[in-house]
């Protein structure tokens, strides 16, 4: 009991001082009141309008795109989605220097039929073969960081569908780049994807909050109100 009793004295204490310290504020603050009830007016007007639109949006936002939708905002802005910087899809598979089969290596390396990358795969499995492979496109910077030349000034940007080569003590890298976009050209669709949703996004949000706005005006138009004022 005398516990619950400090405590109960503690909050009023508490409550005490707080509404004394207000009560200083005032006297000593007065002339900022009214800005203070300015800034509690406009943060409750802003909440007010912010849970309002969120109703709205929550209620009428289909946020399904299609792949359509996407590509032909793509379509529409590639200009925007220009690259700064190279990326590249490709192969990169480490092998002994010693290797004598690197000629036939490298013919299935850069054979497009499919029984033949199969073929490829099976030896790098079967030889233990340190592989790496960028399906996805891949800024040049990090397709190049396995190789030894990111310690000697960098690899020349490469020619699509030529191997390259790059020796390091007892082991060879064969790099081959299968498709290549430099800076300056449109970064792929499939990159930017989530950013196009975003902004799609965005845009119904926009339209659906001006759609009833421009509603709610007139409706009060119409209910005399609101007066507008032709100047006649």
């Known amino acids: 009991p ?11 204490d508490m409550w005490v001082k ?4 207000v009560q200083e504020a005032e006297r000593m603050l007065g002339g900022a009141q009214r800005d203070i009830d300015r800034m509690v007016e406009d943060y ?8 309002i639109d969120q109703y709205y949006v929550d209620r009428e936002l289909d946020t399904l795109f299609t792949d359509g939708d996407i590509r032909q905002y793509y379509d529409l802005h590639r200009s925007d989605f220009v690259l700064d910087r190279p990326i590249v899809r490709g192969v990169i598979v480490r092998i002994p220097a010693t290797y004598r089969q690197q000629a036939k290596l490298k013919e299935l390396m850069r054979s497009a039929k499919e ?3 199969q073929d490829f795969l099976d030896i790098c499995q079967k030889n233990d073969f340190e592989l790496k492979e960028f399906p996805a496109w891949t800024e040049w910077a990090e397709f190049v960081s396995p190789l030894p030349v990111r310690r000697s000034g960098g690899a020349e940007e490469p020619k699509r ?8 003590g007892g ?26 949703r975003r902004v799609l996004f ?6 659906i909050i001006r759609r009833y706005e421009d509603s709610i005006y007139r409706a009060a138009v119409e209910d005399d109100r609101i007066v507008i004022n032709t100047g006649k």
């Open 202 to 207: 965005n845009q119904r949000k926009s339209e």
């Open 44 to 51: 409750r007007n802003s909440l007010l309008s912010f849970k």
């Open 171 to 196: 082991s060879r890298y064969l790099v081959l780049v299968t498709d290549y976009l430099g800076v300056g050209q449109a970064n792929p669709v499939e990159r930017v994807r989530e950013v196009i």
């Open 18 to 21: 707080k509404q004394l310290k």
């Open 2 to 12: 005398s516990d619950s009793v400090k405590l109960l004295e503690s909050y009023v």
């Open 161 to 168: 569908g030529e191997i390259a080569e790059y020796a390091e």
């Open 115 to 117: 029984t033949d990358r």
